[in-house]
């Protein structure tokens, strides 16, 4: 079974410009998540898909990120303008929709943004 | 608040001894679930452990197993026969319900684990 891919894996931007990450999570995965890993830290969620609509993005900077999910499987985020702030890990990972499982996470292998 | 306590910013081991990673949590759900992941140096995470609120036995999965008190909001991460390869990042993460009925885990900040020769 193919795991959750991500693109790209390291990514080197100037302030003000824009990025896009890409995510395919695990075929049949309904809930797909945005987690940002500043250097350091653990990993703060941005944005929760659930098939294609959003059931969190609370602690998404809405001013500049924005992410979707078209027809429910792959998903983009994007960064519009990047401050320095936004260097950091972005972890895309994917669950199945199983009330009985334990609700346990797979993660991709992370895109590295750095903004200079 | 902080949801998910990790005060440990770095351990040390030797190889083949046993270590305990620590965590405490906070939550007012009687239904959650706990988890250990291990982030190498490479940035993938790793799960490794599950435990749920109601499972009356401590959760174990090989060389790790959870020491889980709940009275006391701990669920420690127990690693015995340390290896080298163990040496990465450790993250304890909490499943909570969001407010919209949906779930998600929240992460504590972390230990860095070393494993020395």
Redesign the interface.
């Given at each position: 079974e193919a795991g959750v891919a991500q693109s790209p894996r390291y990514k080197i931007i100037e302030k003000r410009q824009s990025v896009a990450f890409w995510c395919n999570p695990i075929s049949g995965h309904a809930?797909l998540?945005w987690y940002q890993q500043i250097l350091?830290?653990?990993?703060?969620?941005l944005i929760?898909f659930?098939n294609n609509g959003v059931?969190?993005d609370s602690q998404l900077p809405k001013d500049r990120f924005s992410a979707e999910r078209l027809k429910g499987v792959d998903s983009t985020l994007k960064i519009q303008p990047a401050k320095l702030e936004d260097s950091a890990?972005y972890?895309c990972?994917s669950s199945p929709q199983d009330r009985g499982g334990?609700?346990?996470?797979?993660?991709?292998?992370?895109s590295?943004l750095t903004v200079l | 608040a902080q949801k998910?306590t990790q005060t440990q910013p770095g351990m040390f081991v030797q190889e083949k001894e046993a270590v305990t990673l620590d965590c405490t949590y906070d939550t007012s759900d009687p239904s959650y679930?706990l988890?250990w992941?291990k982030q190498p140096s490479?940035?993938?995470?790793i799960?490794l452990i599950?435990q749920?609120s109601y499972d009356q036995q401590n959760a174990t999965e090989g060389r790790y197993s959870l020491n889980f008190q709940k009275a006391r909001k701990s669920a420690n991460l127990v690693i015995s026969a340390s290896q080298l390869g163990d040496s990465a990042m450790y993250?304890c993460?909490m499943?909570e319900r969001?407010q919209?009925g949906?779930?998600?885990?929240?992460?504590?900040?972390?230990t860095k684990l070393t494993v020395n020769p």
């Open positions: 809930t998540y350091g830290q653990g990993p703060k969620l929760q659930q059931v969190d890990v972890l990972a334990t609700g346990e996470l797979f993660f991709g292998e992370g590295r | 998910i679930g988890f992941y490479s940035g993938e995470m799960f599950y749920g993250f993460a499943r969001t919209g949906s779930e998600k885990l929240v992460f504590g900040k972390g």
